[in-house]
């Protein structure tokens, strides 16, 4: 299996542009997680689903982020409008339950 | 609310030591624990996890322990090597939720 699959590596854009980041999970895993790291804060939960139907939410900082799941095997996070504290890694991760957690090589973010 | 704590923040040792690396969770309520290690600018690499009805994992050189009970889980690296230098993450979820809670990490650096 190829793992979990995340696009772009790396994303720069100016303030106010729409970001859309993609994730592939394993075939198979019945959740999804958007996590974003940052220094200052570790690893914090944006976002999660569970056969493609999201279950907790509380971790979406405001509006200007949304996240969907379309089918079993592709997800989006997009921001939109972008700001530079939106600068950040943002890892997808995948489950089968009870299972261990799979997580994407990340997108890095800088917002200009 | 779930609160995950690592202790040391940052360890130094030589080549060749045995060491172990401390996390503390707040709810016993847990499904899984698992250990992460994550090299600077990349993704997050599963190297052990752990289920609520298990007490330990063993991986080649490396031992995790769990006591539910106390809300701690320990990883054991035997002997030491340079290129275990990296950050060690710990995670766990539970109390109904599959979302993983991490704590902040230990950034080991394993000295030639």
């Not at chain 1, 995340?6 to 720069?12: D, G, L, N, Y």
């Not at chain 2, 709810?27 to 599963?46: E, V």
């Not at chain 2, 063993?58 to 889980?73: F, I, P, Q, V, Y």
Request: charged share 20%; aromatic share 8%; net charge neutral.
């Amino acid at each position: 299996d190829a793992g979990v699959i995340q696009s772009p590596r790396h994303e720069v854009t100016e303030m106010g542009q729409e970001v859309t980041l993609r994730c592939k999970p394993i075939s198979g895993h019945n959740s999804l997680f958007w996590y974003r790291q940052t220094m200052m804060r570790g690893l914090e939960l944006l976002i999660y689903f569970n056969n493609n139907v999201p279950i907790d939410d509380s971790g979406m900082p405001e509006d200007r982020f949304s996240a969907k799941m379309p089918n079993a095997s592709f997800s989006t996070l997009k921001i939109q409008p972008s700001e530079p504290r939106d600068s950040a890694v943002y890892f997808c991760a995948s489950s089968q339950t009870p299972g261990g957690y799979t997580f994407g090589s990340g997108t890095r973010l800088t917002v200009v | 609310k779930q609160e995950v704590t690592q202790i040391p923040a940052a360890l130094s040792v030589p080549e060749g030591e045995n060491l172990v690396l401390n996390c503390s969770f707040t709810d016993s309520a847990i499904y899984n624990l698992q250990w992460f290690r994550q090299d600077p600018g990349k993704g997050l690499t599963s190297l052990l996890l752990i289920q609520s009805s298990q007490r330990e994992q063993t991986s080649g050189r490396l031992n995790a322990s769990l006591d539910k009970s106390s809300g701690r889980s320990t990883l054991y690296i035997a002997a030491s090597q340079p290129g275990d230098s990296a950050t060690y993450l710990c995670a766990v979820n539970g109390g109904g939720s599959e979302k993983l809670v991490f704590g902040k990490g230990t950034k080991l650096t394993v000295n030639p």
